[in-house]
């Protein structure tokens, strides 16, 4: 199965509640409410082929280079993660067809008492790493520190782990520093576990590894695959291991069914649409609308053998949006923010730009039953009510909406309504430039890593010089653009927040106080509220799926009162091309849009058709 090695999205996607039991229990899977859909003797998930055949080779495109397999310390080109989720493995993982639920991968069961104060691992003796060796509970007191010491991102999730000891011979015992966090214990199933004995040991040339250093020595794991070969920067080639312990688990069965997995990777974004016309990348999701909607008439997909299809997502929200950074003096107004928002020209980007193809983003969780709508009742209400002198007081009276550009009128409304916020929070016009009191103008620059963005922080650009503000668009390399947001040393930028249907403890990276202040959080924005840090624990700490649904959902309302950020776009589907080739189960697993490769395998008869992979 192949698995992200971005801890964020992961435990996002998988928290759990306990099964109701006096004592802590050891248990073969975990849901969030009662009991996980599948039994201790399931032989496979129920959206596989379990007879599906296994062969064949897939090439996949991947935009940027890499210089390192390590995946400890990122290299200064970062490292080729989407194929190291290959090689390595984490103590549990995931189904597609539930809204989270664990089940034991690495390890057989784990256990944990009623007020998550600790988890227990108990590793399965037939897991072995790609040498023979047997993966121990050493290799994962080892990975947790290695991880947590090096990694700024697994330092803040693992930063309520007190204690890992070893408490048997193939048993690891996690200890936390408060209680009633349901998601630590999933957090800690989903551990990447690293071979201890491989990372102390010696390099062919004797040369002793360091696990603190970028290296593009093959690295060792336990996975169904292992790096078959790789040109640097370039592509990097991992081939399915035929002795994999793990082949007939039954969280396995179905999936892993491609011989050989290529990465090809590509600069450029042009180049690699190109690359895939030219039947050098067999799948491909695409996420350009002027793409998809202009970009496959050649004549292999008119002859039918390029397919374009659709997945729906079900398990992701999504809130994307330009940031603005709240640690410039110019945007602490809230009515600056709003402004900002009521100038954004979506109805005729969407028209002009994207093809008509998407929808305005207008929630933190946009597309899940956690989205804010209306105003606040029963439960909800109740928890806004306990905060009600921290909130804004309209999330009490006023349901948000995103201003809507798509008239002439509507647009000069708009504007103006954006000129009266703009002089209430001290911004005039003088000489057809807005400027405070002191007379210094209200300048923003929008930062950007792909001149692709350019496309609409131009015409942003100009609908915001309507009012005075003076704008600069600045396209920066990807390693320039990570340093500046990392050190929040920007004006506007845009990002993505993926949100899963079980929200916890990555609220905190994205919108607590703490990760305001910690250079590299997802708290881009710089947001430090006391009422969005209540809101957050009551979410981690959600007694049941009504409870957790409500504070989301007055999390989100509170968040959007605040206008933090300008909504941006979004689309529901997964767009998708492939050469066809490939086939995939009848019935598609519910919470994974195309899940590809992972339940899908090599088609031979349809190759026949097409032709072979090169």
Not at 237 to 262: A, F, S
Not at 318 to 339: P, S, W, Y
Not at 401 to 413: A, K, L, Q, Y
Not at 548 to 569: E, I
Request: proline residues 6%; charged residues 25%; glycine residues 6%.
């Amino acid at each position: 199965m192949i698995r992200t090695l971005l801890p964020g999205f992961l435990a996002a996607c998988l928290s759990l509640t306990p099964l109701a039991a006096q004592e802590a229990q050891w248990r073969h899977g975990a849901a969030l409410l009662g009991e996980p859909k599948y039994p201790p003797d399931f032989r496979h998930f129920d959206y596989v082929n379990p007879d599906a055949p296994k062969g064949g080779l897939v090439r996949l495109g991947a935009q940027g280079t890499f210089d390192s397999f390590n995946i400890v310390v990122a290299g200064v080109k970062g490292s080729p993660e989407q194929g190291l989720g290959l090689i390595y493995e984490t103590l549990t993982t995931s189904s597609f067809d539930e809204p989270s639920a664990a089940y034991g991968l690495l390890a057989e069961s784990f256990s944990y008492p009623e007020d998550y104060s600790s988890v227990s691992f108990r590793l399965r003796p037939e897991a072995k790493w790609h040498d023979g060796q047997p993966v121990t509970a050493d290799d994962v007191i080892f990975s947790f520190e290695t991880l947590k010491a090096n990694s700024p991102t697994y330092a803040f999730y693992y930063a309520n782990v007190t204690e890992a000891e070893k408490t048997g011979e193939r048993e690891v015992k996690f200890t936390f520093n408060q209680t009633g966090n349901r998601e630590l214990p999933q957090i800690m199933g989903q551990l990447i576990v690293l071979p201890r004995h491989w990372w102390e040991g010696m390099t062919a040339d004797g040369r002793r590894r360091d696990v603190t250093q970028t290296t593009l020595e093959p690295p060792l794991g336990s996975g169904p695959y292992r790096l078959k070969s790789f040109d640097a920067g370039r592509n990097a080639t991992y081939e399915r291991v035929k002795d994999y312990w793990g082949e007939n688990l039954n969280v396995n069965v179905g999936q892993n069914n491609i011989d050989e997995i290529r990465y090809e990777y590509y600069r450029d974004a042009t180049v690699l649409l190109e690359a895939f016309k030219a039947d050098r990348i067999d799948f491909r999701t695409e996420n350009s609308a002027r793409n998809w909607a202009t970009g496959y008439s050649f004549p292999a997909r008119q002859e039918g053998r390029v397919v374009l299809e659709e997945f729906p997502y079900r398990a992701t929200g999504i809130m994307q949006a330009f940031v603005l950074n709240l640690r410039r003096d110019k945007f602490k107004d809230e009515r600056v923010r709003r402004a900002f928002n009521l100038a954004f020209p979506f109805e005729e980007l969407n028209k002009t730009v994207f093809y008509g193809l998407y929808e305005r983003v207008g929630s933190y969780f946009h597309g899940l039953e956690l989205a804010s709508s209306g105003l606040p009742e029963g439960k909800e209400l109740e928890i806004l009510e306990s905060l009600r002198d921290k909130v804004p007081p309209e999330v009490f009276t006023t349901p948000y909406e995103n201003p809507v550009n798509d008239t002439p009128e509507s647009i000069r409304n708009n504007l103006r309504a954006a000129d009266r916020l703009l002089r209430e929070a001290g911004w005039e016009v003088k000489n057809g430039r807005r400027v405070n009191a002191r007379g210094e103008p209200l300048s923003v620059e929008l930062l950007s890593s792909s001149p692709n963005d350019e496309r609409v922080f131009l015409p942003y650009k100009s609908v915001l010089e309507r009012l005075g503000i003076a704008v600069s668009v600045r396209t920066v390399d990807d390693v320039q653009f990570t340093n500046r947001t990392r050190s929040f040393d920007f004006d506007i930028t845009s990002t993505v927040w993926a949100q899963s249907l079980s929200p916890g403890n990555e609220q905190r990276e994205y919108w607590g106080s703490e990760a305001a202040r910690r250079e590299g959080s997802r708290n881009l924005g710089g947001i430090a509220d006391p009422a969005v840090d209540a809101l957050i624990d009551r979410i981690i700490f959600a007694k049941d799926r009504d409870e957790l649904v409500a504070a989301t959902k007055a999390l989100d309302r509170v968040l959007l009162a605040h206008n933090y950020v300008v909504p941006q776009w979004t689309s529901l589907k997964q767009r998708t091309a492939r050469w066809d080739r490939y086939s995939h189960p009848q019935t598609m697993p519910r919470y994974a849009g195309a899940a590809f490769p992972t339940v899908w395998w090599y088609d031979e008869a349809k190759a026949a058709r097409t032709g072979a992979p090169r």
